[in-house]
């Protein structure tokens, strides 16, 4: 049915080009005889094949499809015994603590081979239906200098249109991860894929929805729209004002590619530039074949290859934005203490372990750790008031957004009690929902 519909053509390595094989889905060093950066997946990788054609829509910029992993499927099916298996919760906790005693070596083998699995079903479920996204669309967004509307995204993915916006949490995740247990029979065994064992195992919601094969495509776990980059602008020029700022730059951290301070600063509403800073830039996240007609559309400006650390130290700034924080990993500490800061801006899925500590990130009192005397959230301590802004949340999509939830990216303001808001400002942004509820 579908072979009329795809076409997969081998790779071939352009002339005067060298490529190194790459690790994982990492490509440092893609770079042309000439010593430019070449972005995209390596010419001679033999990892992928490219997706040219869906249905009637040729690609010019081409997704890629991760080859079968044999290994990758044995290591997962060495835990349960089937890709498919028939499973209890008991078994599902048991596989858990096996991963979790294991050595630090053997615990990143097992989570690579979920992840090229997981990879490789998100490719499949992209082809499977022609009709399920509007391809031109798609692929408008893989340029990183293109900006979609709220609505194009959405209409774009056939996302459902809410009446009002609503945050989802990270307990919608929880909650849709086990709803194959409904299905459970006397004996609690229930029959699963793994998309749904995958979920189980990891006791939230992994998506298959087109919108989480795009931001693997594009390396980002949350998509920026039009309308958010606009109202992100209009806030941090408002803050800037508020506490004085006309020199130190704003400081965007954890970003690899700068993507975010690069649109930030094209409004020119900011009266500070945005500066991208990470340890280990990666201007090349992409898994996507780009022609050389489309290179220079993914040159992006530097980023400073700096430790957080030493960035606070250097630009002493006032407002930090902190973007997809890795998992289970604070560093919001380091903001608080570097003492020029008065506001830092979390992207994220709040009071979860997917963006830092839900306790030590986001002050969540259910994940407080017992050995942790605080009953207070760190941030309260340090004389911080946690905010969160709905008016521009509301132009976000996440990784886990899907036909039966999305909105699960929040934009979340931390600032010092002394430059709170007021009632004034609160109100004209709550009008603003009301009076634009356009969503």
């Known amino acids: 049915m579908y072979r009329r519909s ?64 044999e290994a990758a499927h044995d290591t997962i099916k060495s835990l349960v015994e089937s890709m498919n298996p028939i499973i209890t919760t008991q078994q599902i906790e048991r596989a858990r603590n096996r991963v979790q005693v294991m050595d630090k070596k053997e615990k990143q083998k097992v989570y690579a081979a979920f992840m090229m699995v997981y990879f490789e079903r998100l490719c499949n479920a992209f082809k499977a239906d022609e009709h399920a996204i509007n391809h031109k ?115 965007d951290c954890m970003t690899q590619t700068g993507r975010l301070a690069y649109l930030l600063n094209e409004t020119k509403k900011i009266p500070v530039e945005v ?20 290179q220079k559309e993914f040159a992006l400006p530097k980023i400073r290859p700096m430790k957080v650390q030493d960035a606070l130290q250097q630009y002493r700034p006032s407002i930090v934005l902190c973007e997809s924080m890795p998992p289970e990993h604070d560093i919001s500490r380091l903001l608080r203490a570097e003492g020029s800061v008065k506001e830092y801006i979390l992207l994220g899925i709040p009071n979860s372990a997917i963006n830092g500590h839900p306790w030590y990130t986001w002050g969540f009192p259910p994940a407080r750790p017992q050995d942790d005397a605080n009953v207070m959230p760190h941030h309260m301590q340090a004389g911080f008031h946690q905010v969160a802004l709905p008016h521009i949340s509301r132009y976000l999509f996440h990784k886990s ?39």
């Open 137 to 251: 669309v798609f692929e408008k967004m893989c340029f990183p200098k293109y900006l979609p509307s709220h609505a194009e995204v959405r209409e774009a993915f056939k996302l459902r249109r809410k009446l009002w916006y609503t945050p989802e949490t990270y307990t919608t995740l929880e909650n849709l991860s086990r709803l194959p247990m409904e299905n459970a029979d006397e004996q609690q065994q229930m029959k699963v894929s793994f998309e749904e064992w995958y979920s189980l195992f990891l006791n939230y919601y992994q998506n298959f929805h087109p919108m989480a094969f795009y931001a693997e495509v594009v390396g980002n776990s949350i998509i920026y729209t039009r309308e958010f980059i606009d109202s992100l602008a209009t806030y941090l020029a408002y803050r800037c004002a508020i506490y004085g700022e006309t020199t130190a730059p704003i400081v």
């Open 6 to 69: 795809f076409r997969f053509l081998a790779v071939k390595t352009p002339p005067n080009t060298r490529r190194e094989r790459p690790e994982g889905r990492e490509f440092p060093g893609t770079r042309t005889a000439t010593g430019e950066q070449w972005y995209g997946v390596p010419e001679n990788s033999n990892e992928f094949m490219y997706i040219t054609k869906v249905g009637s829509h040729h690609y010019g910029l081409t997704p890629v499809l991760r080859t079968k992993s």
């Open 275 to 294: 500066v991208g800073v990470h340890e280990i830039p990666k201007p090349n996240p992409y898994l996507l074949h780009i022609p050389a007609q489309f």
């Open 401 to 439: 957004d899907n036909d039966l939830a999305h909105g699960f990216a929040q934009c979340v303001s931390f600032h010092k009690v002394a430059y709170t808001f007021p009632n004034r400002k609160r109100w004209e942004w709550f009008s603003e929902r009301v009076f634009k509820s356009r969503y």
